[in-house]
């Protein structure tokens, strides 16, 4: 899918894990003899027979395949991480995957799904879900991972720094990992989690087992460290008004049309909307993310159409000017631009590079997150390797 030969630019360690998920491709069996046994026809993948297992793919498919992918193995958008490795299912116990799901990661791609933060999901939806992963990961209850002993955080900064970093950033840089000092992520994952995942690591992914390069006491550590970042908790309670369902779509209707400079006619520079929004210029602005993410912080005017509700273009005049948006940063808001077009809308773009890269521009922010804890956090680098994207040349900042 995304190692296509010749493109070097490809990171390493997306590679590895796009060959690791093709891995079924690969046959170990020995050579076909002539044997004159005609060759079995494959049979596609049995039904779950649990109702709760197929209820949570039901969810699964339409919610969350965008970003972690159809088989939950992860990398299909903004780095999103698998959900189904052994060793994350075995130390994740079913109240750290459902309240990572409810609560989300905020300042990043993962929003809250929840029904109390204004997600779309009910708790009984999120369980099915959680019974899903499990299932599909065939890791049915997770262990309790032993905790490590009492760390050294200087000591631990050190390995941190040189092991670590790079793939994981630090309380005021992301970078392609998992972001580990996210405070909502913090929270959540006990001592003998972050132990578990540092030893054994995530295999099929670019996180790789350190049992063989760190000790006991090292690993110790260095979550130590991880423990000493003192970070404001994020709100686990809406923080806002639910989104007006019917407020104005168009933005300056009486104004005129910008006419946008897009990247292979589809991507359009954040700097080139921003300035339309100054000039009060004619159009419509959509969030292509959860509500949830949208009534915490989103671009003043715009309106909220998650990927999931396309339905909710209906109320999009077709000789408007429209720009998609959403964190990862090209996905969702393609998926709302494709459907635009499919419609015969004319001029439907996508915002190149997203909400977060945005509002890191310092760039206009409405919402009840604006102003508050969910605004410092740090901002991805501009763009991923690791996904299939349309397009990443010429495209610099
Ligand atoms: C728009 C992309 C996107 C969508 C859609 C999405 N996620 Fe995520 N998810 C992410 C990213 C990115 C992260 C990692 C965030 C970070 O860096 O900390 C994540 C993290 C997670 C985690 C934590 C995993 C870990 O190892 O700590 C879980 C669990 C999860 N997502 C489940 C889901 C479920 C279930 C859905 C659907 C209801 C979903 N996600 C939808 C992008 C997404
Ligand atoms: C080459 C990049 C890379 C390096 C170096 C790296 N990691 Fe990771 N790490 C990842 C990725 C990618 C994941 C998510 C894997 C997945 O899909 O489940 C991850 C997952 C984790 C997780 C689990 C997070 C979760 O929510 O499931 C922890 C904890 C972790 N890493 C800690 C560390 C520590 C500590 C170090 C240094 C000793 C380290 N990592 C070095 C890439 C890296």
């Known amino acids: 899918m995304l190692c296509t030969r010749g493109n070097?630019?490809?990171?390493?360690?997306?590679c590895l894990t796009a060959l690791a998920a093709c891995g079924g491709a690969r046959s170990d069996a020995p050579p076909r003899d002539d044997s004159p046994v005609a060759p079995t026809p494959p049979t596609p993948p049995p039904a779950p027979a649990d109702p709760q297992v197929a209820a949570g793919a039901e969810v699964y498919t339409k919610y969350c395949a965008l970003c972690h992918g159809p088989e939950a193995k992860g990398y299909a958008a903004d780095n999103a991480p698998s959900l189904v490795s052994r060793t994350f299912l075995e130390s994740a116990d079913d109240t750290f995957i459902a309240r990572s799901i409810e609560l989300g990661r905020p300042g990043t791609a993962m929003a809250p799904y929840g029904r109390d933060l204004n997600g779309p999901l009910t708790q009984r939806e999120i369980e099915s879900v959680v019974a899903?992963?499990?299932?599909?990961?065939?890791?049915?209850?997770?262990?309790?991972?032993?905790?490590?002993?009492?760390?050294?955080?200087?000591?631990g900064k050190q390995l941190y720094v040189t092991m670590c970093q790079t793939c994981h950033g630090d309380p005021s840089t992301r970078s392609t990992g998992v972001h580990l000092a996210n405070p909502t992520f913090l929270a959540l994952a006990s001592d003998g989690f972050l132990r578990h995942a540092i030893v054994f690591g995530r295999p099929g992914t670019p996180m790789e087992a350190f049992a063989s390069r760190l000790d006991g006491n090292q690993v110790a550590d260095v979550i130590a460290y991880m423990r000493s970042w003192s970070l404001p908790a994020e709100p686990t309670k809406p923080t806002g008004p639910a989104p007006v369902k019917d407020g104005p779509v168009v933005i300056n209707p009486k104004g005129k049309s910008p006419t946008f400079t897009a990247r292979d006619r589809r991507f359009v520079p954040s700097v080139q909307v921003k300035d339309a929004l100054a000039k009060k210029q004619k159009l419509v602005i959509i969030d292509a993310r959860p509500e949830s993410d949208f009534v915490r912080e989103h671009i003043p005017g715009s309106i909220s159409v998650p990927h999931y509700e396309l339905a909710k273009l209906d109320r999009v005049p077709k000789d408007v000017v429209v720009v998609a948006y959403c964190a990862c940063p090209h996905h969702a808001s393609g998926v709302v631009v494709d459907e635009l077009l499919r419609r015969g809308h004319k001029q439907a773009y996508v915002l190149d590079e997203g909400i977060l890269f945005w509002r890191k521009q310092g760039y206009p922010i409405a919402g009840s997150g604006a102003a508050s804890g969910a605004a410092g956090i740090p901002t991805p680098p501009p763009h991923d390797h690791a996904h299939h994207d349309h397009a990443h040349h010429g495209h610099a900042h």
């Open 8 to 14: 070097a630019a490809l990171l390493a360690a997306a």
């Open 132 to 155: 899903f992963l499990r299932d599909k990961g065939g890791v049915k209850t997770a262990i309790a991972p032993p905790a490590p002993p009492a760390g050294d955080a200087a000591r």
